[in-house]
């Protein structure tokens, strides 16, 4: 299969995730500013839809930018659902900051939570109405943010693409619509 995936091939969750995908035999095609693309420039939010309308799956980890992570996997559904291509995948990474409900004042929060929401009902479309499938996967503080959480237990990288991998996995019938990963404290 061929996957699409914000994030820098070389760093971070990406990293762990495309390890795991190409040592399947996957081709993966990351979009990043160090492949030439800068989610801070809005025409690249527009822009994606045509670097990776021809792949089977994308998987949204970055682009947190005014909401932009949100604005892409729109885009992208609305593109393939148009063309009639309701067997591919949109993976959303989100964070576990989505399930809390106390006064949070950070754009951050609202960002992946409006991602969550976004993803509840496109997955459900890809259940009953045979339209593209949407995931979303919450994720809570992960090791490459020991640093500055070094009060809290991290998930390791590793681990989490293993569930990427697995969602990815699942046959072609059964679609996981969200599942969050968090560590125990």
């Given at each position: 299969m061929k996957i699409a995936l914000t994030g820098n091939r070389n760093k971070d969750l990406c990293k762990y995730i495309v390890n795991r995908l190409e040592a399947k035999g996957h081709e993966c095609l990351c979009l990043s500013?160090?492949?030439?693309?800068?989610?801070?420039?809005?025409?690249?939010?527009?822009g994606i839809v045509k670097k990776i309308r021809d792949c089977d799956i994308f998987i949204n980890l970055y682009a947190?930018?005014?909401?932009?992570?949100?604005?892409?996997?729109h885009n992208l559904w609305h593109h393939w659902e148009s063309k009639g291509e309701n067997n591919k995948r949109i993976i959303n990474i989100g964070s576990t900051t989505d399930n809390v409900r106390r006064g949070k004042t950070n754009r951050?929060?609202?960002?992946?939570?409006a991602l969550k929401e976004w993803s509840n009902g496109f997955s459900i479309a890809g259940v009953w109405d045979n339209k593209p499938k949407v995931t979303?996967?919450?994720?809570g503080t992960m090791q490459n943010r020991q640093e500055e959480n070094p009060e809290r237990t991290c998930l390791d990288l590793d681990q989490v693409a293993y569930y990427v991998e697995w969602i990815i996995d699942q046959p072609?019938?059964?679609?996981?619509?969200?599942?969050?990963l968090d560590p125990i404290q």
């Open positions: 500013r160090e492949t030439g693309v800068d989610f801070n420039d809005e025409s690249n939010v527009k947190n930018f005014f909401f932009r992570q949100t604005l892409i996997a951050y929060h609202y960002e992946k939570l979303h996967l919450s994720i072609a019938g059964i679609n996981i619509n969200n599942l969050s």
